[in-house]
């Protein structure tokens, strides 16, 4: 499988996570987001919507979205539980994940490393981060009375928060603030398979 994805996405690092702890070899390829290659016509031609990351499944079926390619990955595994209650409770985590979570997390990070700081758009800091915190204090709730976010054993909705919660000091919140969130990104990083997410080889800024 080709995983189109880009070293600054944490989005792109949640396959690859997932990957490294199932065993899944997966090809990567380095998409230049800043210099618009998402948006190029060969890159369109897979992914209409200009977006990493983006998987190319061995049957050349195509599967965009970072919550669905991990949902993909992990059926049939312990890491995505096969229906019922438990399942849905995994998937109202990515939805969280994807609706509260990452515009108030992901967002202010790119700001703050990929835009000067007499940017417009830094003003979006003020409204985005009390957000971000609300969004770790559910978090924080959740593992303060278990040990991953449903029940003792690790899922794709733990990896989905995971990526970006762990590089939450580069957005601007102290994640000491959130003691039961800094041991549970402690446990993930415990785990065989762990991989950390990679630096960017040249970190750009944008307007």
């Known amino acids: 499988m080709l995983l189109y994805d880009n070293s600054e996405s944490a989005n792109g690092y949640k396959i690859l996570l997932l990957a490294s702890f199932l065993g899944i070899e997966l090809e990567r390829r380095e998409i230049d987001i800043f210099s618009g290659e998402t948006h190029t016509e060969a890159f369109l031609a897979v992914n ?3 977006q990493v990351p983006t998987l190319v499944l061995d049957d050349g079926c195509v599967l965009p979205e970072s919550n669905a390619i991990l949902c993909h990955l992990a059926e049939g595994t312990p890491f995505l539980p096969s229906g019922g ?3 849905s409770r995994i998937l109202s985590w990515l939805f969280f994940e994807q609706y509260s979570h990452e515009p108030y997390i992901a967002t202010p990070r790119f700001l703050l490393r990929h835009t000067p700081a007499d940017h417009p758009r830094r003003a ?3 409204w985005r981060l009390p957000r971000g915190r609300r969004a770790l204090g559910v978090m924080e709730g959740a593992l303060a009375a278990r040990p991953f ?3 003792d054993r690790i899922t794709v909705a733990d990896i989905a928060l995971f990526a970006y919660t762990h590089r939450g000091d580069e ?4 994640l000491g603030e959130f003691p039961a969130v800094l041991r549970w990104i402690a446990r993930v ?7 950390p997410m990679q630096p960017p080889t040249e970190l750009k800024l944008i307007g």
């Open 48 to 50: 209409p919507a200009a």
């Open 189 to 195: 990083q415990a785990r065989p398979g762990f991989v």
């Open 149 to 151: 976010l449903h029940g």
């Open 171 to 174: 957005c601007g919140i102290d």
């Open 124 to 126: 979006e800091l003020a």
């Open 85 to 87: 209650y438990d399942r």
